[in-house]
């Protein structure tokens, strides 16, 4: 069980947050939003160089740095929920090895 849901996340994960970053970065180009800019940030960062254009090139980068930056938000979210979540249902918690209580040494039977 464990197996088929680290390998349904490590397909679904990738995806899903695939999807929020390029939406958020379609979202951001506004009237930029066309082929080929709107296909990929390299594309964008290409056409933005071809034509010299410094305005258009911050654009398209903030445009894709908003993208990454709600990517990394809900990883950071994720990772803060699975935290708590261990934390909550963890059944033994960590114990400094001083205040453990000491164990009686157990008798060992010895064989012929």
Known sequence: MITVLRNA???????????????R???RLGALGT???RDSVIAG???????????M??????AYISGMSLLLA?????CALSMGLVSITSKHPAQDPAQRP???????TLRP
């Open 9 to 23: 996340g490590a397909a679904l994960g990738p995806a899903v947050l695939g999807t929020v970053a390029i939406t």
């Open 102 to 108: 000491e164990q009686e040494p157990q008798a060992q």
């Open 25 to 27: 970065y379609h979202d």
């Open 35 to 37: 082929s080929p800019i």
């Open 74 to 78: 809900i990883s950071a979210g994720i």
């Open 57 to 62: 090139l911050t654009h398209i980068q903030s």
């Open 45 to 55: 960062v290409s056409v933005a160089q071809h034509l010299h254009d410094t305005a």
